[in-house]
């Protein structure tokens, strides 16, 4: 087993573990607001982390902010434990390359067969297994060079697990000040650190494959990507894929206002904060040209 694989198991083991020591400590005792809430402080800086720092930011360069500002997005994206920043982006670079055929990384279409069982091969591949496949891995000198050649995101990537290991910490650090004792820290450490990061990890996933699987396909692609709108709370609007697919330079994954996009809300709060610019937007009229030419 290679050094990436068994990192990658121990990221899938270790968080449904630490549910099974939640089980443990719960037995008997009601779950408590704080508890919830560093479980919530937690999901939500490293899912901003992800979709608008890893894929918004870093991979389609849908805005420009400042240097400290990427930076901060770098950590919080490593926080999720999905990979360094540099990883990351290269592997979903690679995958809008070839989505859903031979060369992408984790479709659930490219390589399997119609029928039951291949389906549902091709869904544990995309959500999960391929992260043991050695093929999936992109080379980052095609395609993240940029990256690369900013030496304070090298620094960052390579500083990836001692800022995995600050992520549990905090939040054990938080429950120990705020419950107090043995429970409080590792309530931290266990609803902040392990539950956290498997709920992330899933929904993460599940754009792989279910948002390629199941859903609407408001516009024509090249790929099985689709929209699934009762993930968009969960994922930060990360589920209108089809949307993405569509439009991948696009700031914003909700392109009508029921779609709920949190993710695109943070980066509208950083322009209005002066802490964004040059944010890419898709007029009415580009989206009615989109569908127009899927009709002629």
Known sequence: MSRRELA???GIVLPPAGLVVAIVLLWNRMVGPVELAILAAGYLLAGVGITVGYHR???????RTYPAVRYAFA????FAVEGNVVSWVTNHRKHH??????GDPHSPHAGYGEGFVEGLRGLWHAHTGWLFDKDATGDSRRYAKDLLDDRGLRIIAKLFVPIVLLSLVIPAVVGWALLGGTYGFVAGLVWG???RILLLHHVTWSINSICHFWGRRRFVSRDESRN???????SFGESWHNNHHAFPSSAFHGLRATEL???GWVIRALERCGLAWHVVRISPAQQRAKLAAAND
Not at 75 to 78: D, M, T
Request: no cysteine; hydrophobic share 50%; proline share 3%.
């Open 8 to 10: 990658n198991l121990i």
């Open 57 to 63: 930011l870093f991979t389609h360069r849908s805005f």
């Open 75 to 78: 950590v919080l994206g490593q």
């Open 97 to 102: 390359q070839f989505s859903d055929r031979d």
């Open 193 to 195: 650190g392990a539950i």
């Open 228 to 234: 699934v709108w009762w993930l968009s709370w969960l």
């Open 261 to 263: 996009d949190p993710g």
